[in-house]
């Protein structure tokens, strides 16, 4: 299986830059996902990676690096709206389901 | 628009009693899953099907079965509830095997007293 560690909690202030990270170890890695989630609500898909590097989709950016098992989710430009949990999810290529795992989410909280 | 739709928002139960959590899509898609999502652990896999009629255990099964008669509706079943199955209950779906975006239903809030 995949072990999967993010931060609890971060906050930050309205018009920052927030990282979250996501470590991950996985025997065979086949893609790394990120989701919001708002309090109350449905979890929403926000990114795919599968190869190193970033990928961009307007405020918010995802960065893979496979060989250290590290992901990081970059908000931008914070708005009040972006306070929601962030998960931070595996699929791994042993699994012919394409399964996902998650990890426990992490609680942005955006301030004034 | 993709629709992920779970009968109930909320739901009270008494210990002892059969409950069941009903999840329907209406995108064809073939895989369905549901999971359990308590704060600090995140979302656990509970059970999981690729097609109708066919279901695999995720990760933590014990006290819950699964029923998928029909492509677009994938029931949770607690045989008989427990307190410790206190916890949000999320449907979700994906189009295929490989896809990489599941989409989520609003949940089911299910409280055992």
């Known amino acids: 299986g995949q072990n999967i560690d993010q931060p609890t909690e971060m906050t930050a202030t309205e018009g920052a830059i927030v990282q979250i990270n996501c470590t991950y170890q996985?025997?065979?890695?086949?893609?790394l996902f990120w989701y919001q989630q708002h309090a109350g609500e449905a979890p929403t898909f926000l990114s795919y990676?599968?190869?190193?590097g970033l990928e961009e989709k307007g405020r918010f950016s995802s960065f893979l690096s496979r060989s250290k098992g590290y992901s990081y989710l970059l908000l931008k430009e914070l708005q009040m709206k972006d306070s929601a949990s962030y998960l931070c999810?595996?699929?791994?290529?042993?699994?012919?389901?394409?399964?996902?795992?998650f990890g426990a989410g992490t609680q942005v909280v955006v301030t004034p | 628009d993709v629709k992920v739709t779970q009968s109930s928002r909320y739901l009270v139960k008494r210990t002892g009693e059969k409950v069941f959590l009903e999840c329907v899509q209406d995108?064809?898609?073939?895989?369905m899953f549901w999971y359990r999502q308590d704060p600090g652990l995140g979302l656990r896999l509970i059970y999981f099907?690729?097609?109708?009629?066919?279901?695999e255990k995720g990760d933590i099964p014990e006290g819950y079965s699964v029923s998928r008669e029909k492509k677009e509706r994938f029931s949770l079943i607690l045989e008989s509830a427990s307190t410790n199955q206190t916890s949000m209950y999320l449907c979700?779906?994906?189009?295929?095997?490989?896809?990489?975006?599941?989409?989520f239903g609003q949940g089911t809030r299910l409280t055992v007293v």
């Open positions: 996985t025997s065979g890695f086949n893609g």
């Open positions: 995108m064809d898609h073939e895989n």
């Open positions: 990676n599968v190869l190193d």
């Open positions: 979700a779906t994906k189009p295929r095997t490989d896809s990489t975006e599941a989409f």
């Open positions: 999810a595996v699929r791994d290529r042993s699994d012919s389901w394409g399964k996902f795992q």
């Open positions: 099907s690729y097609d109708v009629k066919m279901k």
